[in-house]
């Protein structure tokens, strides 16, 4: 129990284009979900953090314009990279946490999507 | 300010021995800890879990230590196997129990 999945896996895109990115918790309930981003050899950096029906928090440093987080339903959540530069490029991993049927005190992670713009 | 590290980068161990990653902290008000494991182009997924009212817990192979006053946890891997080999990532978080901080990983490789 307790999956969750990311689509795509990996992806790779011109500069200047919108690359949107899906997490599902597939068992669960995700009251809540949460973006992180992973450059080489570095920790996991939380990104976002998202309610169902509710505006997404980011992090400070972190551009609400730029990366665009909906959780529509309490089984998904979307990250949108808009007007992507190669900087952007990176490992992006959503996990997400409930209160039912699950430990409520973890995070469950999906497998990462690796994304490159070129 | 990174406030969970994880110092050691790598660990390299021959298979059957203990394996000893450890990790610190300098956030006071984190009261509850986490470890992942971590495969290549993989999430990370749960391991084991402390609370800072406790100063060990057990979980078949795996054991993870806290000392508050000192604000280090390790966690102990015994007997160690090559499947073990992977990137090892602690994480704190406060007594919401949401929002996760995470060290730098640790790349554990355990040898045949």
């Known amino acids: 129990g307790a999956v969750v999945s990311q689509h795509p896996s990996r992806v790779i895109c011109k500069s200047g284009t919108s690359v949107k990115i899906e997490c599902r918790s597939l068992?669960?309930?995700?009251?809540?979900m949460f973006w992180y981003r992973q450059f080489p050899k570095q920790s996991l950096m939380l990104m976002a953090t998202?309610?169902?029906?509710?505006?997404?928090?980011?992090e400070q440093g972190v551009e609400k314009d730029k990366f665009l987080i909906n959780h529509a339903s309490l089984t998904l959540s979307t990250l949108t990279v808009t007007s992507a530069h190669p900087e952007d490029s990176s490992f992006y991993i959503c996990?997400?946490?409930?209160?039912?049927?699950?430990?409520?005190?973890?995070?469950?992670f999906g497998p990462g999507t690796r994304l490159t713009v070129l | 300010d990174q406030q969970v590290k994880q110092n050691s980068p790598s660990l390299s161990v021959q298979e059957g021995r203990i394996s000893i990653l450890n990790c610190d902290y300098t956030?006071?008000?984190?009261?509850?800890f986490l470890w992942y494991k971590k495969y290549p182009a993989e999430g990370p997924t749960f391991l084991i879990s402390?609370?800072?009212?406790?100063d060990k817990n057990e979980d078949g192979r795996f054991t993870v230590f806290l000392n508050k006053s000192a604000k280090h946890l390790s966690l102990h891997i015994v007997p160690s196997q090559p499947g073990d080999s992977a990137v090892y990532f602690c994480a704190a978080s406060g007594s919401d129990g949401s929002r996760l901080t995470f060290g730098e990983g640790t790349q554990l490789t355990v040898n045949p």
């Open positions: 068992d669960f309930q995700a009251t809540t």
């Open positions: 402390i609370s800072s009212i406790k």
């Open positions: 998202s309610n169902e029906g509710s505006k997404a928090t980011y």
């Open positions: 996990s997400a946490s409930g209160t039912s049927g699950v430990r409520t005190d973890t995070q469950y």
């Open positions: 956030n006071s008000m984190f009261d509850y």
